[in-house]
């Protein structure tokens, strides 16, 4: 690991390596999920509200940037992840929750049906979307309602930056 340079400001150092640690996360988001960002589902996202004080859209992208985060971390642990599935697992898995209130009668209904949904809306927009990343989606609500557990590393790191970025979307 690159050491601090004490003849430069702890603070700025800091800063800057913020900085760079968040355009290599936003460069892996896009190389692996630029079909996803950039369809009519991702935009249609940005207008529907979600939890307290977000869109489906905005939580999304928290989401995605908190899953990769965690993947930076567990691969300096020499845990192997894959970042591509992660990327799309989290960036398809609340596309279900789009139109909501046409598709699903009450709160429970959306709960337990949107995970379903956002596996059907990625793999109209991924092609041979793998089964590990439809698992992902699909078990993403873990440990909320009946949702299985994840069954793989990458499933596990999306329910749990999901459920973190929820959070934040609740309480200011
Ligand atoms: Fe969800
Ligand atoms: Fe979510």
């Known amino acids: 690991m690159e050491k601090l340079n004490y003849g430069k400001s702890l ?3 800091i800063k800057e390596r913020r900085e760079d640690r ?3 996360i936003r ?3 896009h ?3 630029d079909a996803v960002l950039d369809s009519d589902e991702m935009r ?3 207008e529907q509200q979600h939890h307290k004080w977000s869109t489906v859209g905005e939580h999304t992208i928290r989401v995605a940037l908190t899953s990769v985060l965690i993947c930076y971390v567990l691969r300096k642990l020499h845990i192997k992840v ?3 599935a992660v990327v799309i697992g989290s960036l398809c898995h609340d596309l279900g929750i789009i139109g ?3 598709k699903y009668a009450n709160n429970r209904e959306c709960l337990i049906g949107h995970p379903k949904d ?3 809306i990625a793999r109209e927009l991924v092609d041979e979307l793998p089964e590990k990343t439809e698992a992902i989606i699909e078990r993403h609500m873990w440990p909320i309602g009946p949702a299985k557990r994840p069954n793989s590393i990458e499933g596990a790191v999306v329910s749990v930056a999901d459920k973190y970025a929820s959070i934040k979307d609740i309480i200011l």
């Open 11 to 13: 603070h700025r150092q």
């Open 22 to 24: 968040q355009i290599r």
């Open 27 to 29: 460069n892996d988001i």
């Open 31 to 33: 190389l692996y999920g």
């Open 44 to 46: 249609a996202a940005f």
């Open 82 to 84: 894959s970042i591509p």
């Open 100 to 102: 909501r209130s046409e």
């Open 118 to 120: 956002s596996v059907e």
